[in-house]
């Protein structure tokens, strides 16, 4: 029988505002998914076989790090699958690695590739004895790069408020982080690896993915609580973003939400 497992764990308080959660997924037949942007960049481990993205025509490294991406995407594996994922907030990876998630926007590229010690830490995770260890190892090693910065805590207090109300203007937003507009802008895509509005249209469709997996049905009123100009405009982002109309989503999966579900309970 194929046994597919996914566990999560919550990071230590010294890392919640820069990490959301790791996870491990086992499978031991492979995995094939239709995912989602989900708005917050990953460091990937592999342990077994990587994932090959067709939409762009490539095979994850065994070290993978995961920007930013505003398409769906067909993932899948053959034969055994162990990933050991980080999950971080939208806008602190680059606390912790050498480049700026303005250059792995849309793209997967290899953690081999990149300045510093990841390497030398994936090649403690892929000897340790189990998984558990593995994220724990991780842990430590996040916690002994942790670089606070004021641009951080201005894009925080920023990213608070376009997630409680995407709709939020550009402007608004500069000035929840006491920068102009122009500075803003620039940090805002160098921290996070997309524009500001780009960054809005897919906290919107989370959102509404949020109200879907809730329950909600009614498409009007999602479209009007997200921030949507009307229903035409929703479908076509939720089309953009997911490949389906709502309709069809909702006819063929669970809707679900990773922005804005706590995973790590």
Request: aromatic share 10%; glycine share 6%; with cysteine.
């Amino acid at each position: 029988m194929d046994a597919t497992a996914l566990t999560f764990f919550r990071p230590c308080g010294v890392l919640r505002p820069y990490v959301r959660y790791f996870y491990v997924l086992t499978a031991s037949a492979g995995v094939s998914a239709l995912t989602f942007p989900t708005g917050c960049p990953q460091i990937i481990f592999h342990r077994q076989a990587p994932l090959y993205i067709p939409e762009l025509d490539c095979r994850q490294s065994p070290l993978t790090v995961s920007g930013q991406v505003n398409f769906p995407a067909h993932v899948r594996s053959v034969g055994t699958t162990e990933m050991i994922v980080v999950v971080f907030r939208p806008h602190t990876i680059g606390t912790f690695i050498g480049t700026p998630p303005s250059a792995f926007y849309n793209r997967e590229i290899s953690g081999y590739d990149i300045d510093g010690d990841l390497d030398s830490l994936a090649a403690r995770i892929f000897d340790s004895a189990d998984t558990a260890r593995a994220v724990s190892l991780l842990e430590r090693w996040l916690l002994g790069r942790i670089r606070p910065s004021v641009n951080t805590g201005r894009l925080g207090a920023a990213l608070s408020v376009l997630l409680a109300c995407p709709q939020t203007t550009v402007d608004s937003l500069a000035a929840t982080a006491c920068l102009s507009r122009k500075q803003f802008e620039r940090i805002f895509r160098e921290h996070v690896g997309m524009n500001p509005k780009e960054y809005a249209r897919i906290a919107r469709f989370q959102r509404a993915l949020r109200m879907m997996q809730l329950g909600s049905r009614d498409c009007p009123g999602i479209a009007y609580a997200c921030g949507y100009a009307d229903q035409s405009h929703f479908i076509r982002d939720f089309r953009q973003f997911s490949g389906l109309t709502p309709r069809q989503l909702q006819a063929c999966a669970t809707p679900y939400s990773d922005l804005y579900t706590d995973l790590a309970v």
